[in-house]
């Protein structure tokens, strides 16, 4: 792994004294790693990320921690929406339609040393490591389905959601009674909604639920082969549970 510092990118601003909270991963969908550096960099684009990592491994550090980088665009997670100003973001040379349309060995071993890095350096959470898709779940699908999240969990930088016991099934199932919730819709809702996604406009909106469970079943059950609404909601209690037990 070489880390590279001597390409810059001009757009970033201040961070207005926010503390770094998450880390959020990114695809290029360009050509390769060159194209990627000189779009990052060219100040009329007016986008950049923290880090590039390349099909090789390498780490191109392109904008100073320090400083907000223009990643994330209109984005929301936890009630906040200025994303940019409380995360690190990752790029990664990656197009899903390219020739570089594989997440190399090389590329996650990179990854993964310097999310590790990161979360030492700022005390990230586990659940602070985020999908673009995760905090624009309306408009992108990036890092998209084929990005090895398993192999991060696996590597415990991200949350390993365990499967419930059943009397912990039957604490959800109480829990969510006791706020007078029955439909499953309404309990999908207010789990993503804790769990960080935005579920503002979902209630009104079909059009904007379905792309939400759609952002989720990406990144947490891309394995099953047909998914039911039912097994994401199931997943969704387990995901809850060991939520809040890391949380708090
Ligand atoms: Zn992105």
Redesign the pocket.
């Known amino acids: 792994m070489k880390y590279i510092t001597k390409y810059k990118s001009p757009n970033y601003n201040s961070r207005n004294n926010s503390r770094v909270e998450l880390i ?1 991963i ?2 290029t969908a360009l050509k390769n790693t060159l194209e990627a550096i000189s779009y990052l960099c060219k100040k009329e684009k007016k986008v950049s990320s923290h880090y590039l990592i390349s099909q090789n491994g390498n780490v191109y550090n392109l904008v100073d921690d320090k400083y907000r980088a223009w ?3 209109q984005s929301f997670w936890h009630e906040i929406t200025d994303i940019n100003s409380i995360s690190i ?1 990752i ?1 990664l040379d990656y197009n899903p339609n390219g020739k570089n349309n594989k997440f190399s060995i090389k590329m996650i071993y990179s990854l993964k040393k310097l999310i590790t890095k990161l979360q030492k350096n700022y005390k990230i959470n586990k659940n602070g490591i985020l999908a ?2 995760d905090i ?1 779940p309306f408009r ?1 699908k ?2 998209g389905k084929h990005f090895p999240w398993q192999s991060l969990s696996s590597s415990n930088i991200v949350m390993n959601i365990k499967n419930l016991k059943k009397n912990e099934i039957k604490i959800m199932e109480k829990w969510f009674n006791r706020n007078n919730l029955n439909s499953k819709k309404q309990k999908t809702i207010l789990a993503l909604s804790l769990i960080g996604y935005d579920t503002r406009e979902v209630y009104k909106n079909d059009k904007l639920y379905k792309k939400l469970i759609s952002a989720y079943k990406i990144r947490y059950l891309k394995r099953e082969i047909k998914i039911k609404n039912k097994s994401v909601y199931n997943h969704l209690i387990k995901h809850l549970f060991n939520y809040m037990l890391t949380e708090n």
Do not use: L, M, Q, V
């Open positions: 959020i990114h695809y990643h994330a665009g973001g790029e673009h898709s624009a992108k990036d890092p």
